[in-house]
């Protein structure tokens, strides 16, 4: 194309020479050349002496008048093609001649060509007496408006004489349905968009649109032969039809609404004599039934023939069944969707309700073959697995946080119409194990199945390995999942919020994911009361990062966020305590002592043993069983049996049965019975009908068990510490082993200071009349886990993706699934009486031709929250349409800076962090406040940059010595100094001081999550500078020889792929040549690199040409050299860019697509470089697991859980 271009560059100018040679002698009288515009020339001699001036001269003259303008036309007749004709007021040119098509021509018809050009000089053009506009014709609009000298006319008529026509759709069978609906085509109804046109130069009529562009720029080699609104008007038309034809062929099912009219004549009489054989058939079957009933048919009697009737009758019709059951019932629901399903023709057809959508769910997690199952054998209709997916992955499933997730807990919570009682919730912090597997999503490009505990924590871990190894090491595959997950304290909400995939967990690990996963759920304006988590030593590091010095006992601390100074409080799971105090009190290592009296199991032992000897049935306490007293490993996990041995009915029997030798042990005993019945409150009626005052729930801020927890039960644990520690003739580790564990008693402990303040504070709000205490123990997410582990299935374990997908069903599952009923938790009822809110509407997956990810749904929910608009002084005004019109969010982002100060300002990137964050599509008040005094600080710090500069140097102070002096890792205390600065006077109030002069210059709303954010952004930009990473690279190595086989054998799949797509995608069919370009001919030469593949051909390969191989060589190339580093590499973001970037790689495709137009040539190196990063991440993934499991000597199949193996 650019050689081309070059001749015609060169002809052109070739013409312009001549041109200006030319002589034309002219009548000085009749001379008056404008050379410009304000210049003009006038030679007014009245003799007939002619003046010799170049003709291109007179070309390029500028004329003030048509007048002059048809002077000079007479004077040169430089368009001998042309006839010009004066037709006052204007001037015509005529042009007759026989022009060609794509299509064919009539050579006995000449077509008329018409250019007028009027007195202000403008022109218009009209083809075979029909006028040609300029805004239907896209070929006129790049041409000039006015002709003002012979120059642009000859450029004009030159565009003219070079433009083809546009043939229209000259099909016959379109042209025999037009004569049968004159009007408009069939399919189109009413709209007439088109015209039959049979007066221009074809065999035949062809039919043409009515904003038909008429004439083509080119000439007809290589070119369509309609113009784009004729092309899209025809595929518009032979759309329908087409489909039809494709469906008739593959199936019985004819749509004949797009058939056509003489189609439908003959379908019409083919159906009339069929209904009329259909009924002589009809008729002669009723004849010889009547017959077989006159010969051999049994009379009844007036009784039986009544009885009959009378049962065919009462059969219930579906309207009797649905009256059956209440309206809103989920009983008269199902009904109602099965028959509306029975109804449909098409199963596509079907509107599912979002309750059945929930219930199918909840079925197919349970086991997808059952359900599957289920809706083969047809005794009921059910939602397709597919249709399921489209509301399971409406977002992404991933792990950490996500904006997407922030808009479902917004929802679940009713955060916009709940009271403020009801926005009060706690989280919960648990791990499970996982199967350690990766897997390769080739819709992100990412490697799923490595450790992510947020970008803080990975680059500290990169750290530590670079610092233990001496080099980059590889990433670790994830065995557990650490889960928050949100329940409240006055709702039923049990949300799964995010989950991490981790292994060998650390306590200072989690402390960056809790504040974050606090600071998100505080900005959906919920309230975070407190942290339940289990007694492991994680949990327990977590908890002591907080703990101050005023505090002996770490349970609680400031929430930084709140700006009501409000605390937040951490508990233990009671359970989980429950198992520990039990594990204790039978552990044979431990003789638990206390006041002189021993605390031992063997007295419960014994009292079993004498309550059973009879063996006839009588017992005092028939609940306790062997199983309780013989602890196997898997039944060390139930809280049950831990529950019923440390229960009332064994410490009364204890008292009456046991003497004074077991009177502590009856009295520890029913210590600990009250202790799990106070803080294990589940419902308003148990305690009632148990008659135990120490399960009926809370109704005030004074209840007696709050004073029994204070005074008795940690009295006891006290006094019992007491009396060990005076026995000093024994040593320290004598003294632990007569207590419980300094686990287990921080435990009580840390649970019973935290309630006793929780209690009394919610009691402090409005609206709030009970309590139950049960809201704060981990069943829910232990629950959960067990759901997640059913849906395995044998192979309870979940690997990180599937565990992933899991969590995101049973999101949107809510309570309609049950969990196990050999689960570790109490298995409560399907939780159906809030019908509305399992009512509500499900988002879903929208369905597209194309591959779509699950990254572009969430770009779609996070783009449709935010709309962007640009003012006039550079700023960008961010507009929440999920906001309301009481509390709308409207945030006006600063204008970029190229101030080098401001932009290397720690301060300023947090701001514009901030600002940038994704939680500004969330519509609360908080989110509001946060993003409108960010904006304000970004305006002031770079309207007074010395003053910022001042306030960073301040707070990057304070943060420094938080870091350790040395690089050596104590990450625990790091984080412990840090979070006892955030909370201190002294950092507070520098920060509000900063603010505050925001608050005189730009009215915003203070808050504290304002700087909470920028401190923590700072923070943590100055932990990855001081524990810098310097990832090594290694040098670039070449393919071997098995490389190379393996390379020519996957590098034919690719174009064998494509193709097989290109077929089905019509709009891209054109690509198939240009695929075809990429294999090999027959008289290919053969190298090294097919021996491979001639040795397995078996006829269906395919071959690719050379240069198609070096391109693949140096796609492999340059992805090896990305894929040198130990850190996880997405194929999408990472490697793509470079490899379509490369040297290398552009330079052997655009020598194999030398003969290919642009177009082609882009679109087809899109394709194979995608496809073939696919085929690459899937390669290396498997890789790295064959590597992992040879390097760890063992197998990432799926195999039985622990759970299952004990």
Known sequence: MGKRKFRLEQHRKNEERVQRSLIVSVPREMVDISVSSSLTITLPSPSACPVSIPLAVIS???????????????????????????????????????????????????????????????????????????????????????????????????????????????????????????????????????????????????????????????????????????????????????RCMANHAESNRVNYRYQPVPLLATRLLKLRKEIKRKSIQLSRLKAKVSLNCEASGVMVDEQLHSDLKAICGSLPDSTDVLKMYPKDSFFNIFWQQQMQAAAKKDARMMRWHPLMIRWCLSLRHKSSGAYEALRDSG???????????????????????????????????????????????????????????????KHSGEMVGFTNLGSINNHLADFEKSVVSGHDSSPSLAKTMAVFMVRGLFTSLQFPYVHFACTNLCGDQMYDPLWEAIWRIE????????????????????????????????????????????????????????????????????????????????????????????????????????????????????????????????????????????SET??????????????????????????????????????????????????????????????????????????LSAETQLGLEMTCMSFLELVPYLFSMPDVQSFLSQRLCQDPLERFFGLQRQRGGVHENPNVVEFAKN??????????????????????????????????????????????SDHATSRQLTSSALEQTETSNGTTTLVSSNASHDNSLTVTCAPVMENELIMGSALYRAMHALLEDDTRLLSTNASVAIHKMAESACQWISAHPNESKSMETTVSSMLQKCMPKSRSIKQHQM?????????????????????????????????????????????????????????????????TCPEMYALRYSAGYVPRALKKKLERCKSKKYLLNCLDDMLTSDDAVQCDSTDWIDCIDRGGLTFVNSLTFEVFIAMELEIRSQLQGCKPVNFLTDIAPTVKNNEDVLFFWSMLSSNWDEESSTALFQMVVDLWLTVRGYSYTSAWIEKYKVSQKKSTQKSKGIRKQL
């Open 523 to 662: 900005n959906c304006g919920l309230k975070v009361l407190g942290v339940t988590l289990d007694g492991a030593s994680v949990n327990r590091s977590l908890v002591k990062l907080h703990q101050s010095p005023s505090d002996p006992i770490p349970y609680r601390t400031k929430n930084p966020f709140s700006g009501d100074n409000r605390y937040l409080y951490f508990f233990s799971d009671v359970p989980h305590l429950v198992k520990t105090v039990r594990n204790c009190f039978m552990s044979s290592r431990r003789s638990l002592w206390c006041k002189g009296k021993n605390i031992w199991w063997s007295h419960v032992k014994k009292f079993y043993n004498e309550d059973s000897s009879a063996g006839m049935g009588l017992r005092m306490v028939p609940k306790l069983k062997y199983e309780h007293l013989h602890i196997s490993s898997f039944s060390a996990m139930r809280v049950d049996l831990a529950a019923q041995v440390l229960s009332e009915s064994v410490s009364q029997a204890l008292h009456l049965t046991g003497g004074d030798e077991a």
């Open 975 to 1039: 984080w412990s100094r840090y979070h006892k600065l955030r909370i201190s006077p002294e950092y507070v109030g520098a920060w509000k001081t900063f603010l505050d002069n925001l608050e005189t210059v730009h009215t915003a709303t203070f808050s504290p999550m304002v700087y909470q954010y920028v401190g923590h952004f700072m923070f943590k930009e100055m932990v990855k500078s001081h524990y810098a990473v310097h990832t090594s690279t290694n040098a670039d190595c070449g393919l």
């Open 807 to 852: 969590t995101q069903a049973l999101r949107v599952v809510k309570s309609v699934c049950k969990s196990s009923s050999l689960g570790n938790c109490r298995r409560g009822p399907v939780e159906l009486a809030n019908m509305d809110e399992l009512c509500e509407p499900l988002p879903k997956r929208r369905r597209t031709s194309g591959k779509r």
């Open 379 to 441: 005794c009921l209709k059910l939602p397709s697995q597919r249709t399921l997916r489209d509301y399971t992955h409406y977002i992404e499933a991933k792990c950490g946080f996500s904006v997407e997730v922030d808009f479902m807990l917004q929802k679940a919570a009713k955060v916009e119409s709940c009271p403020e009682r009801d926005k009060c919730t706690i989280l919960l912090l648990d791990e499970m194990y996982i199967r350690e597997d990766l897997v390769y999503n």
């Open 60 to 242: 390029e003259c500028v004329v003030p008048s048509l007048e002059r303008l048809t002077c000079n036309l007479s004077l040169l007749n430089p368009f001998p093609a042309w006839t010009v004709v004066s037709r006052y007021p204007s001037l015509v040119l005529l042009k007759f001649q026989i022009h060609g098509s794509g299509i064919s021509v009539n050579v006995n018809r000449t077509i008329n060509y018409c250019v007028s050009i009027h007195q202000e000089l403008n022109w218009s053009f009209s083809l075979q007496n029909r006028t040609v506009h300029s805004d239907v014709c896209s070929m006129l609009r790049f041409l000039p408006t006015i002709i003002n000298s012979i120059g642009k006319l000859k450029y004009v008529l030159d565009k003219l004489d070079g433009a083809y026509l546009c043939g229209g759709n000259p099909d016959r069978h379109l042209l025999q349905q037009w004569h049968y609906n004159a009007s408009t085509l069939h399919g189109l109804s009413g709209n007439r968009s088109a015209v039959l046109d049979d007066s221009l130069f074809l065999d035949f009529p062809t039919i043409r649109h009515k904003q038909c562009e008429m004439l083509l720029q080119g000439d007809i080699a290589g070119h369509p032969v309609r113009c784009s609104v004729c092309s899209s008007y025809r595929r518009s038309t032979l759309l329908p039809q087409t």
């Open 666 to 739: 009856a009295h520890f005993i029913g210590l600990m019975d009250k202790f799990f019945d106070a803080l294990n409150v589940h419902n308003f009626s148990h305690g009632a009908r148990a008659l135990k005052p120490f399960q009926m729930p809370y109704t005030s801020r004074t209840d007696f068990r709050l004073k029994w927890l204070k005074e008795d039960f940690l009295g006891y644990l006290k006094a019992w510490k007491a009396s060990v520690e005076q026995r000093i003739e024994l040593t320290k580790t004598e003294q632990n082993l007569m207590l």
